[in-house]
């Protein structure tokens, strides 16, 4: 039978849809170059923000204010994002607390040290208003209670910033709160919000601050909390700054029986010393002369690092995946959860897993 122009078969719709010619419209990845083309905010679920305003604050401190496309699903004080670079062609994402409370005009501030041989914070120093950067949502459980009676806020050297937020938005709710800020820094011009606080206490009649000089006073002593916030073990308490400082924080907590009274927020733990008695296993990745140990106790990402890898990481404590990647083989413990994984193939933290048996990854 001879077929009529009207009885040819047409193609439907969809079949004509999925011509190749139609290809990039199908492809999500192709959308997202075409709007990012015309305006590098407009993503299809990507959290992008521009650059609006770099500050400086001290001598190694600058924060940088920044708008988020409308991606962004808003933040409570206290909390922490991830903000990503580009360095020397490779993507770095590090933690950094948001240091004001949610704003109308939805801006957001990062306040950032720059630490000696540090990759984003030394990058992140540079950037120009202008420039589009990548961050993720906003997470973290280091805030007040909703309305706090009494709130006492420990915090030193860059440990301030998730404290300038919180008390950023309880000058917002509750101007009355009850709140002491003890707060150390090496001098008065190494203390990063110092201007704003004093502001802040004008606002806040309830907020009295209680600054440590300790290029001057010596290392503050966590013993010093009677005298200067008396009723200090009846307060909830908030805890953000180095290692050692928060450390002694926490001892002294604990020795008082009132850890639950205190909640700490970790910019990064040293990694702890190495057990001599704990037992060492064998780490190959690729080829079989490519081998490193690591200790079980040890995390992965620490016995990397210390065979001279550079492991991609981020936050150093599980939360942003940064660090995730394959075992083909061997078990480890997550050294949060204290969970043994199995011993074949699956995806891990290296910055969280530390290995209870030989393991094989694809580093
Ligand atoms: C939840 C959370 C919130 C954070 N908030 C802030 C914040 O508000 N402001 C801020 O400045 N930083 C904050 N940090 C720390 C930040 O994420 C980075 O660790 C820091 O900026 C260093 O990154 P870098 O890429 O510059 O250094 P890297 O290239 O990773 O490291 C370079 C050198 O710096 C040292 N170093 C790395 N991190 C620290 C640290 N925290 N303290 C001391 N030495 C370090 C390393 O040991 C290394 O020797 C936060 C971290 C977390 C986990
Ligand atoms: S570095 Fe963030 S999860 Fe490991």
Redesign the pocket.
């Known amino acids: 039978m001879i077929q009529t122009e009207s009885t040819a078969a047409k193609p439907s719709l969809r079949q004509w849809l999925r011509h190749p010619a139609w290809a990039p419209l199908n492809d999500p990845a192709a959308w997202q170059r075409l709007t990012t083309a015309i305006n590098p905010l407009w993503t299809l679920g990507e959290v992008r923000a521009r650059v609006i305003r770099n500050v400086i604050e001290t001598q190694d401190t600058r924060s940088l204010w920044l708008k988020p496309n409308r991606h962004f699903r808003g933040f409570r004080p206290g909390q922490h994002l991830m903000l990503e670079l580009e360095i020397a062609g490779v993507r770095h994402a590090r933690c950094f607390s948001l240091s004001a409370a949610p704003r109308p005009d939805g801006l957001l501030r990062l306040t950032i040290k720059a630490r000696e041989g540090g990759r984003v914070s030394m990058a992140a120093h540079q950037l120009e208003p202008g420039q589009i950067v990548r961050i993720s949502q906003a997470s973290g459980e280091f805030a007040a209670k909703s309305s706090p009676a009494r709130l006492l806020l420990i915090s030193a050297g860059s440990g301030i910033t998730p404290m300038l937020a919180i008390l950023d938005g309880l000058a917002a709710v509750s101007a009355h709160t009850d709140v002491h800020l003890v707060h150390g820094a090496r001098t008065p011009s190494d203390w990063i919000g110092a201007d704003e606080l004093k502001l802040r206490a004008a606002q806040l009649p309830g907020l009295k601050i209680h600054f440590h000089g300790s290029d001057v006073l010596g290392r503050w002593r966590p013993q010093d909390l009677s005298t200067l916030v008396p009723d200090w073990s009846e307060r909830d308490a908030l805890l953000c700054g180095p290692d050692a400082f928060m450390q002694a924080v926490e001892t002294h907590y604990a020795t008082a029986g009132l850890s639950e009274r205190l909640l700490s927020e970790s910019f990064g733990r040293r990694a702890a010393p190495l057990d001599p008695s704990a037992s060492r296993h064998a780490v190959t990745h690729g080829k079989p002369e490519q081998m490193f140990t690591a200790n079980s106790g040890q995390s992965l ?1 620490e016995a990397a690092e210390a065979a001279g890898l550079q492991p991609r ?12 990647c394959r075992k083909h083989s061997g078990t480890v413990k997550n050294l949060l959860t204290g969970q043994l994984s199995s011993p074949g193939e699956e995806l891990i ?4 897993s530390t290995p209870q048996s030989a393991v094989e990854l694809a580093l």
Do not use: A, D
């Open positions: 990402l990481f981020g936050c150093r404590r599980g939360i942003c995946m940064s660090c995730q933290q290296l910055c969280i």
